[in-house]
């Protein structure tokens, strides 16, 4: 079955910077979009950035500039570079199978245990 197992959060300084994994299996990874999302305490879980199979990306709008998402498909994973974080990109950081629907990308039903980042001085 999907399995997917985030790591690499932690508390991190205003302006630090970590790098999260996301290691898939249950499913041939290559063949998908995937994506990672965030959610604040009593805030709506969020997009934060997608990467597609042909390894195109997009970012939301809060953090352009800052994150880099990437993937090996060899190795089944997908990261998440955070660099410059602020105190708003506190969140439990969760990685997502993308499926594409008439045209626009929808999250998997699945989600996995995410992982806590954390900015704070």
């Known amino acids: 079955q999907v399995q997917l197992v985030e790591s690499g959060g932690g508390l991190v300084q205003p302006g630090g910077s970590l790098r999260l994994s996301c290691a898939a299996s249950?499913?041939?990874?290559?063949?998908?979009?995937m994506g990672w999302y965030r959610q604040a305490p009593g805030k709506q879980r969020e997009l934060v950035a997608r990467?597609?199979?042909?390894?195109?990306?997009n970012y939301g709008d809060s953090v352009k500039g800052r994150f880099t998402i990437s993937r090996d498909n060899a190795k089944n994973t997908v990261y998440l570079q955070m660099n410059s974080l602020k105190p708003e990109d506190t969140a439990v950081y969760y990685c997502?199978?993308?499926?594409?629907?008439?045209?626009?990308?929808?999250?998997?039903?699945?989600w996995g245990q995410g992982t806590q980042v954390t900015v704070s001085s």
């Open positions: 249950g499913f041939t990874f290559s063949i998908y979009a």
């Open positions: 990467i597609g199979v042909g390894f195109s990306t």
């Open positions: 997502n199978r993308q499926y594409l629907r008439q045209g626009a990308f929808v999250p998997d039903d699945y």
